[in-house]
């Protein structure tokens, strides 16, 4: 079946208040009812207006279209959705002149018309999920955290109206949590309709950039610069990590580039991830005259060629 815009049917605005919509109604119903209209549609459209009119009279009805009806378009192909529940109760109060309705009406508010009683309907819909982002630092990652969040929601007004507006939330951040992962906060999302449950809230997290460490999921990398000596004869030097300081023997002859691995020392989990160590040798400044003369008798007594194997590499290829 065709999804019906009952604000386009009635020519209003999704924020029209009840008032302008009873006015909007009476002028519409005088201009197409059967009995003085020579409207050559007069009666169609006469039913369409009065349909619009019964669902978004009723703050309750009307709260719920505003809920489905952000998701769909006039003629679009249309199903209820799943936790869609009409919740039909007979009685005093109910609609009038509702004979006739479409189908898509029935299919949202239950059977009216066709036969059947005329009643009140009670419509029982699942509140809306809300969808966020919150930034967090590895160090909230680390130990856990709680923030303060300004998150944008759907809330039904005095009118029935569904309206958006903000909410300051405390958020509590599970420690190890990682980048890309999805909080669940339940029942923090858009209200229900007809006493069914408000929906989620689900926080998307990401991670402010970091000045030492490089999240990879639930492992961290850190850059260490190391002395020429250092690497070449291996030293333990001090390495931080989000855990505080540690000591990391560095293994003779490392080279820029080479990864080590100090495992535990990532995100907390099970397991926890690990923490890698990327080695870059760093070059004492040749400042002073004693400074260049050391490098010049490393070049006099350390004979060596950084580019033996591009050499050698280029000869393979000949």
């Given amino acids: 079946m065709e999804f019906k815009d ?3 049917i009635m020519g209003v605005a999704r924020d029209v208040s009840p008032e302008d919509l009873k006015r909007t109604y009476r002028k519409l119903a005088r201009k197409y009812h059967p009995d003085v209209s020579k409207e050559p549609d007069a009666e169609e459209r006469f039913k369409e207006v009065q349909e619009a009119y019964e669902v978004l009279k009723d703050p309750e009805k009307r709260a719920a279209y505003d809920q489905l009806g952000a998701q769909w378009k006039a003629g679009a ?19 009038t002149g509702a004979e006739g309705f479409s189908d898509f009406f029935e299919s949202l508010f239950g059977a009216h018309g066709r036969g059947a009683p005329r009643g009140r309907t009670h419509v029982r819909m699942r509140g809306e999920d809300v969808h966020a982002r919150v930034r967090i630092t590895l ?25 958006n507006r903000e909410r300051t939330l405390s958020v509590r951040i599970p420690r190890g949590v990682t980048e890309g992962q999805r909080i669940r906060l339940a029942g923090l999302g858009g209200p229900g309709i007809g006493g069914a449950p408000a929906g989620d809230l689900y926080l998307d997290v990401q991670f402010e950039p970091h000045p030492l460490f490089h999240p990879e999921r639930r492992d961290v990398v850190v850059h260490l610069p190391v002395a020429p000596w250092e690497a070449a004869l291996g030293r333990t030097v001090t390495v931080p990590t989000l855990g505080g300081p540690v000591g990391l023997k560095i293994p003779p002859g490392s080279r820029t580039g080479t990864r080590l691995r100090l495992r535990g020392r990532g995100l907390p989990g099970n397991p926890p991830g690990d923490q890698y160590v990327v080695l870059e040798i760093a070059l004492p400044p040749a400042d002073s005259a004693a400074a260049r003369a050391l490098y010049e008798q490393m070049e006099r007594e350390m004979p060596f060629d950084p580019r033996a194997d591009l050499a050698r590499s280029r000869e393979g290829a000949s």
């Fill in 6 to 8: 009952y604000y386009q």
């Fill in 77 to 95: 192909d249309f199903r209820p959705p799943p936790d869609w529940e009409p919740d039909v109760g007979f009685g005093p109060g109910g609609f």
């Fill in 139 to 163: 160090e909230d990652a680390y130990a856990g955290a709680t923030r303060s969040l300004v998150v944008r929601a759907p809330e039904i007004d005095a009118s029935g109206r569904v309206v």
